[in-house]
């Protein structure tokens, strides 16, 4: 799976596989600023599908922490930004334009938050 899409203590957090994943974007060109990816591609635990249903804020602008956008032919994907490690906190802002139904179509799985991001957060406080 290329991004797996979690909660830890009310924050939404992320990873992404950069190195095996397959994107809509050029990961690794200077010109982006995170990752395009086809909604078959993500999983999301339903902690994280919850909270950012019930707690997001809507951005003012195209570009915000996270994305959901659906083509008039169906085809759903997501844009996050930054690389491999995302902190997309709480609440979440999602682009003005995004389509939440979007996230109805990723694939709901438990995941646990890696150690890493959960230490991140602790020491936050």
Same mark, same amino acid.
């Given at each position: 799976?290329?991004?797996?899409?979690?909660?830890?203590?009310?924050?939404?957090?992320?990873?992404?596989?950069?190195?095996?994943?397959?994107? #809509?974007?050029?990961?690794?060109?200077? /010109?982006?600023?995170?990752? %395009?990816?086809? +909604?078959?591609?993500? $999983?999301? @635990?339903?902690?994280?599908?919850?909270?950012?249903?019930?707690?997001?804020?809507?951005?003012?602008?195209?570009?915000?922490?996270?994305?959901?956008?659906?083509?008039?032919?169906?085809?759903?994907?997501?844009? #996050?930004?930054?690389?491999?490690?995302? /902190?997309?906190?709480?609440? %979440?802002?999602? +682009?003005?334009?995004? $389509?939440? @139904?979007?996230?109805?179509?990723?694939?709901?799985?438990?995941?646990?938050?890696?150690?890493?991001?959960?230490?991140?957060?602790?020491?936050?406080?």
């Amino acid at each position: 799976m290329n991004t797996l899409i979690f909660e830890y203590k009310g924050f939404i957090g992320a990873t992404t596989d950069t190195k095996n994943g397959e994107f #809509i974007n050029d990961i690794n060109s200077s /010109n982006e600023f995170g990752c %395009v990816i086809a +909604s078959k591609n993500v $999983d999301i @635990s339903p902690e994280a599908k919850k909270l950012i249903k019930e707690t997001h804020i809507r951005g003012t602008d195209d570009l915000e922490p996270l994305m959901f956008w659906k083509d008039s032919d169906g085809f759903s994907y997501i844009g #996050i930004m930054g690389f491999e490690r995302h /902190n997309l906190g709480n609440p %979440v802002t999602i +682009s003005h334009d995004s $389509d939440l @139904s979007v996230l109805d179509g990723l694939n709901e799985v438990d995941i646990d938050a890696p150690d890493e991001y959960k230490i991140f957060i602790d020491k936050k406080g």
